[in-house]
């Protein structure tokens, strides 16, 4: 196409406007009307694609059947020949003004309420004549709904792949067609669309007019862009922007239900929920969470084990609309591929009460409600590249070097060069799985070939071996005189027995057998008290075992994998469900979840003053949370596969995170 052009002798076009997903938009000149108009092409790459002109001739169809001032007129469809090719295009109306996702660019805090209620209610009169006639968009999204200069008319623009409801899709692979940020569960699961499905994109669209922001977490890519919509609830808007009245919130926390029949009847309903929810006053608004992203303020949490909350919340009717049963070990890497996940949601619940579960009743104690999260600023230093994937990473005492440990090797990074200092190999291949540093020295201990080994990295020399049996965790203990080992489950290859051992480092002496787990996954961590004198595992529970005695001193469930004492020993990090870690104060039983993670959490480190923990995760990041706040306050993007560790420096100025990417890398923390 170029400028000048006269297709079927009518319509000149004046100057390119934009490209779509169906085709090019021009602006051009009606020359027997003598007026402006917007004339779409279908790209002459796929004019000879008969699914292509098929699915552009039902645009035209559905368009010109829609008769609506909030709806894009369509004044022509004809065909142009030039040159033998065959040119297809669509004659609209011709629009001056912007589309809304330019205004919401401008608008980080959000619309004014009133004002976003306004176009919320044109869009919803638009979209229930729409679907009045059987007509589907299927890609309600801002950059779709465009503002008329003059009088803040709003118009639906871009049927291009809308269909109706009752017709045969189009397209031959039955593929989901869309958004991402704004698409349904069910369209991308390639399931049944109707009118349901544009009432969800309205949602995210509501609730981006209402906060500034889309309720999605967009930094971790497409894959756990479209596992949000299929697995995570959305934090009511009011908990991100306060004000915002509790009837509004219900609205849009139920226009985002996952299951289509949990959504609101129609657009007619949710117009007058509308008008009723903004025609009730506000109640007083509780402090901001922190000034937490939209994407953060989500809570998820399981569905037994939640604390009763009054008849008639928000969260009640957000349980009901998303219920869903607790996924087993076994199951939770299949439930997170096939974007499933077992979550209610707390929205409308005063933060302080959601971040009590498994505890007692009671609020949290009010520095934690009101504390501001600190400001950290998280910059990349280093990347070095490893000789396999990184599991585990260590820094040594001094803080000048650092131990990855890969599965073959353990490399010894010094930290002022940049380079290799010292590389142990384990006699036989792949036989390097796990390690820790014996506190107040140098010495490494980690696994070789069913046995513990201690490596010296000043030396260069192994200094014990421990023959141990089957392990796959090792953990010393402060005064490095004991050993913790955590066997596999008994369905393992390697024949483990799913418990913890406790063992005398001095003589390589057995000291107990840690019995009682039965996770089918067999002991996924453990972690000694930074006195000494505890010991916690996780598999099926959490268990707190008496070192000295060997004997558990408490047990609690709600948490599994990645373990760490904070550095007082009065809290336990450990991986939750769902994505979560639990942050468990051990006298009083109280949880605070940290929540954002897209994928399984793989680590979790406190920094040396407790005020701060990071975590790993499958979704490719790592985090930095406030643990006064319970808020994320950095997220750390740069690896290309799972992130399996992470380790603070012992100035905490500096943390230290290992991927599947071969790579271990260094970030100043300020």
């Not at 003004?97 to 004002?115: K, T």
């Not at 971790?220 to 306060?242: C, D, K, T």
């Not at 396999?388 to 073959?408: E, I, K, M, P, S």
């Not at 990645?562 to 039983?589: H, I, M, Q, Y």
Request: aromatic share 6%; net charge neutral; hydrophobic share 40%.
């Amino acid at each position: 196409m170029r400028t000048g052009m006269e297709l079927a002798g009518r319509y000149r076009l004046d100057a390119p406007l934009g490209r779509g997903g169906m085709g090019e938009v021009w602006r051009g000149t009606d020359l027997r009307l003598r007026r402006p108009v917007a004339v779409k092409l279908l790209p002459l790459t796929a004019a000879a694609n008969a699914t292509a002109v098929a699915r552009f001739r039902r645009e035209a169809e559905i368009a010109a059947a829609l008769n609506h001032p909030g709806i894009t007129t369509v004044f022509d469809i004809d065909e142009h020949r030039d040159a033998g090719e065959r040119l297809l295009f669509l004659v609209m109306e011709l629009m001056v003004g912007r589309d809304l996702a330019s205004v919401l660019a401008g608008r980080p805090e959000g619309l004014p309420v009133a004002q976003a209620a306004g176009w919320a209610a044109q869009i919803l009169d638009a979209l229930a004549v729409a679907h009045g006639q059987g007509v589907v968009h299927r890609d309600i999204k801002p950059a779709n709904l465009f503002l008329l200069d003059g009088g803040g008319r709003v118009k639906i623009c871009d049927f291009g792949i809308a269909r109706l409801a009752d017709a045969t899709k189009l397209t031959a692979t039955g593929g989901a067609a869309g958004t991402p940020l704004y698409m349904a569960p069910e369209q991308i699961e390639g399931g049944t669309v109707d009118h349901r499905t544009d009432l969800y994109a309205f949602g995210c669209v509501l609730y981006e007019m209402l906060t500034g922001g889309t309720w999605i977490d967009t930094g971790s890519g497409m894959g756990a862009i479209l596992y949000q919509h299929l697995g995570r609830i959305p934090a009511p808007p009011g908990s991100v922007r306060p004000g915002i009245a509790p009837g509004l919130d219900a609205l849009v926390l139920d226009l985002l239900a996952k299951r289509p029949g949990d959504r609101p009847e129609n657009a007619a309903a949710v117009a007058l929920r509308l008008q009723t929810a903004c025609a009730t006053a506000p109640a007083p608004a509780l402090p901001p969470p922190a000034a937490a992203p939209a994407a953060q303020a989500g809570l998820l949490v399981r569905e037994h084990g939640v604390r009763t909350v009054p008849p008639q919340t928000t969260a009640d009717a957000a349980a009901k609309r998303n219920p869903s049963p607790e996924p087993s070990p076994l199951s939770r890497r299949n439930l997170l591929i096939g974007g499933l996940i077992a979550t209610v949601a707390m929205a409308g619940v005063p933060l302080a009460q959601a971040l009590t579960d498994d505890g007692p009743d009671g609020a949290e104690p009010a520095a934690r409600r009101s504390a501001a999260p600190r400001r950290i600023n998280a910059a990349p230093v280093a990347t070095l590249q490893c000789s396999g994937n990184v599991y585990v990473t260590a820094f040594t005492q001094d803080g000048r070097a650092l131990a990855t440990c890969t599965g073959r090797t353990i490399q010894l990074w010094n930290l002022d060069t940049r380079t290799v200092a010292s590389t142990y190999r384990g006699p036989k291949p792949g036989s390097v799985e796990t390690m820790a540093f014996r506190p107040h020295s140098n010495v490494i201990v980690h696994q070789n070939a069913d046995t513990v080994q201690l490596w010296d990295t000043a030396t260069n020399t192994t200094t014990a071996t421990i023959r141990t049996g089957n392990f796959w965790k090792v953990a010393a203990s402060p005064d490095g005189k004991t050993i913790a080992t955590a066997d596999n489950a008994p369905g393992d290859s390697r024949k483990g027995d799913g418990q913890a051992r406790l063992w005398d480092v001095a003589t390589g002496r057995l000291i107990a057998v840690l019995g009682g787990h039965t996770g089918v996954n067999g002991v996924t961590d453990l972690a000694f008290s930074p006195d000494g004198k505890s010991l916690a595992t996780s598999s099926d529970e959490v268990r707190i075992w008496d070192v000295a005695t060997a004997g558990t001193a408490s047990a609690f469930g709600g948490g599994r994998g990645s373990l760490a004492f904070s550095p007082d020993g009065k809290v336990l990090a450990v991986e939750g469900e769902a994505n979560t870690v639990l942050l468990r104060t051990l006298e009083s039983g109280r949880v605070t979840r940290l929540t954002g993670h897209t994928g399984p959490v793989t680590a979790v480190a406190y920094a040396p003053d407790g005020s701060l923990v990071a975590t790993a995760s499958e979704d490719e990041t790592a985090r930095i949370w406030d643990t006064a706040t319970g808020t994320s306050v950095a997220t750390l993007t740069g690896h290309h596969d799972f992130v399996w560790s992470v380790a603070f420096g012992p100035d905490g100025k500096t943390l230290a995170t290992g991927g599947w990417d071969r790579t271990a890398r260094l970030w100043a923390i300020g």
